[in-house]
């Protein structure tokens, strides 16, 4: 018997029945980049042997970058859908069964290696600018936990290592530059109100709220959904999300007024946390701008629900709200300094069908707002074309239409819909589709991304709780990993995910890019993006390897490295 350790990258995905396939030695990053890369480790049992089931390990790390080291533990998760019959072939398993995903912080006597099974540790380095150019062993020993161990016919002492290797970070003497993409994924601060069983707007609220806005900029989301009214996301026709509102709303005698507290402190504390835009809730219902999305309203004293699903949105009386009601917001937020970071919504995915409604509802909406900037995600050019919308979101399997009407600061997004050919965030999806986003999106040059689920952990149409350890596809209705990037953490605090992860070093080398082509202009970028390929980066095609990010990105820093001497 013997312990085994394989070090991998961070685009593997290793399971507990099966060897990783490729190992990794090492990469290179710029000065100020966290990136990663993974230990994965097995007892492996040989004939005629059986001393052990279990072996409890103590982790050791011996690096110049030691104390930029972070290591958690990749907790498999289970998977009942990992993808659908009409997905392409190209996801990890097609049976249910437990995925890597989870990455649990590292507690104490936590690291065990189990018979025949490959558990894995994550590994950031994050030397934050503080070291200079050049290569950085770090080497990982493990060894038994509890005095002497048997693994052989032999006891091995405790200050002999089972296993070790040493990975070798290569620091490029140049630094990422600042994100410029814009990046939203949807904060659903009734999931944290509910899983973590706190009144909204206690104390206790503002506090989970921020952890987790934190954790977002961490990441590079720079854009925050705000709740200026619940908002009209993934409802039941006829049912409600609880109350998140932000601005509170006052009836007296047949006239409107209105308190800014709660938004001022939302501004404060997403701008405290990292935050730089706002994205405020649709001002009508999902899918087609039917309804008035939910606001509660003191009316003569009574707290009631003012609108909601039985007020026509573009009648009359919703109307006259909104004259009184978009005027004092923008006022706020101009006041505030965030107007011109503010993003505004009609309706979330309108169809061609709704075409007409959206249109009535925008001409309520778009004087009142003056110069303030609505986007939304829809996928039918003829949104843009009638110009109804100045600025789309299409999904990735629909932007051909608008990348050929040349859309100016063009924005884009996947969800559940996005299962076929094109890039996501899926448990069961290999992670070099996630990170493959990058290149896809310096090549088309876009502006901004939108996802819908940072954090919601209901079931479809919000219509229960589901417990996310256990749950990965909201009881049915979304491919695992769709719904949420992080999980609920102890303390009010999220737990990532390796998507979450992958993404950020997804959103890394778009600003590793972005320097190169400050440094060798675009048609180099692009060179290196396309070079070798027969068609090039498309939406819908590139190439489904690993190999293809890690060779490119080492490419990419090369290229940098040898123009900042």
């Known amino acids: 018997?013997?312990?085994?350790?394989?070090?991998?990258?961070?685009?593997?995905?290793?399971?507990?029945?099966?060897?990783?396939?490729?190992?990794?030695?090492?990469?290179?990053?710029?000065?100020?980049?966290?990136?990663?890369?993974?230990?994965?480790?097995?007892?492996?049992l040989e004939e005629g042997e059986g001393y052990r089931d279990t072996a409890p390990l103590r982790l050791e790390i011996e690096s110049p970058l030691k104390d930029c080291i972070r290591v958690r533990r990749v907790v498999h998760v289970p998977v009942r859908m990992s993808h659908f019959r009409s997905s392409d072939p190209d996801y990890l398993r097609g049976a249910p069964g437990l995925f890597p995903d989870l990455l649990q912080e590292m507690q104490p006597h936590c690291v065990k290696a189990f018979l025949n099974q490959w558990d894995t540790l994550w590994i950031d380095v994050d030397?934050?600018?503080?070291?200079?150019?050049?290569?950085y062993p770090i080497t990982l020993r493990l060894f038994p936990e509890d005095g002497p161990v048997r693994f052989t016919d032999a006891e091995l002492p405790p200050d002999k290592p089972l296993a070790e290797a040493t990975y070798t970070l290569t620091l490029i003497g140049a630094a990422l530059p600042a994100q410029t993409l814009r990046h939203t994924k949807w904060l659903h601060?009734?999931?944290?109100?509910?899983?973590?069983?706190?009144?909204?707007?206690?104390?206790?609220?503002?506090?989970?709220?921020?952890?987790?806005?934190?954790?977002?900029?961490?990441?590079?989301?720079?854009?925050?959904?705000?709740?200026?009214?619940?908002?009209?996301?993934?409802?039941?026709?006829?049912?409600?999300?609880?109350?998140?509102?932000?601005?509170?709303?006052?009836?007296?005698?047949?006239?409107?007024?209105?308190?800014?507290?709660?938004?001022?402190?939302?501004?404060?504390?997403?701008?405290?946390?990292?935050?730089?835009?706002?994205?405020?809730?649709?001002?009508?219902?999902?899918?087609?701008?039917?309804?008035?999305?939910?606001?509660?309203?003191?009316?003569?004293?009574?707290?009631?629900?003012?609108?909601?699903?039985?007020?026509?949105?573009?009648?009359e009386e919703y109307a006259a709200f909104l004259g009184e009601y978009v005027p004092a917001l923008v006022r706020r937020l101009r006041a505030l300094g965030v107007f011109d970071r503010c993003y505004f919504h009609i309706s979330d995915e309108p169809s061609a069908d709704h075409l007409e409604g959206y249109i009535r509802a925008k001409e309520i909406v778009k004087p009142l707002l003056g110069e303030g900037m609505i986007i939304d995600a829809l996928s039918d050019v003829s949104f843009f074309l009638s110009g109804a919308v100045e600025k789309p979101v299409p999904a990735v399997n629909h932007i051909e239409p608008f990348l050929e009407a040349r859309v100016p600061g063009l924005w884009c997004y996947y969800c559940i819909g996005q299962h076929n050919k094109v890039a996501n965030v899926f448990i069961g999806m290999p992670s070099y589709r996630n990170r493959v986003y990058a290149e896809m999106l310096y090549k088309y040059d876009i502006e901004g991304i939108l996802q819908w689920g940072y954090n919601f952990w209901y079931a479809q149409y919000s219509d229960y709780m589901i417990n996310p350890f256990i749950d990965t596809e909201s009881d049915?209705?979304?491919?695992?990993?769709?719904a949420y990037q992080v999980y609920p953490g102890a303390d009010g605090r999220p737990?990532?995910?390796?998507?979450?992860?992958?993404?950020?070093?997804?959103?890394?080398?778009?600003?590793?890019?972005?320097?190169?082509?400050?440094?060798?202009?675009?048609?180099?970028?692009?060179?290196?993006?396309?070079?070798?390929?027969?068609?090039?980066?498309?939406?819908?095609?590139?190439?489904?390897?690993?190999?293809?990010?890690?060779?490119?990105?080492?490419?990419?820093?090369?290229?940098?490295?040898?123009?900042?001497?």
């Open 495 to 565: 737990v990532e995910s390796i998507r979450h992860m992958v993404s950020f070093q997804m959103l890394e080398d778009l600003r590793a890019l972005r320097l190169l082509e400050s440094l060798a202009g675009r048609e180099a970028v692009l060179a290196l993006i396309d070079g070798g390929l027969e068609t090039g980066i498309r939406f819908d095609e590139y190439p489904r390897s690993a190999e293809y990010l890690l060779e490119l990105r080492e490419r990419v820093n090369k290229e940098i490295a040898a123009r900042v001497r």
């Open 189 to 315: 601060t009734d999931c944290l109100a509910q899983y973590y069983r706190v009144p909204v707007f206690s104390e206790e609220y503002w506090r989970i709220v921020e952890n987790y806005m934190v954790n977002m900029a961490s990441r590079g989301i720079n854009t925050v959904l705000t709740p200026i009214h619940t908002p009209p996301l993934d409802t039941r026709v006829g049912g409600e999300r609880p109350t998140v509102q932000l601005v509170d709303v006052f009836c007296d005698a047949g006239r409107w007024s209105f308190g800014f507290e709660k938004l001022d402190r939302w501004v404060e504390t997403a701008r405290r946390a990292g935050l730089e835009y706002f994205e405020m809730a649709h001002f009508f219902t999902q899918w087609g701008a039917r309804f008035a999305p939910k606001l509660v309203a003191r009316v003569d004293g009574e707290t009631r629900r003012v609108f909601g699903w039985d007020t026509d949105g573009t009648g």
């Open 476 to 482: 049915g209705f979304s491919l695992s990993g769709d």
């Open 1 to 44: 018997m013997k312990l085994e350790l394989k070090l991998v990258s961070a685009l593997e995905k290793v399971f507990l029945d099966e060897a990783p396939a490729r190992e990794a030695c090492g990469h290179s990053a710029l000065a100020n980049e966290l990136s990663s890369f993974q230990a994965a480790f097995a007892l492996l």
């Open 127 to 135: 030397p934050q600018g503080r070291f200079g150019a050049g290569a």
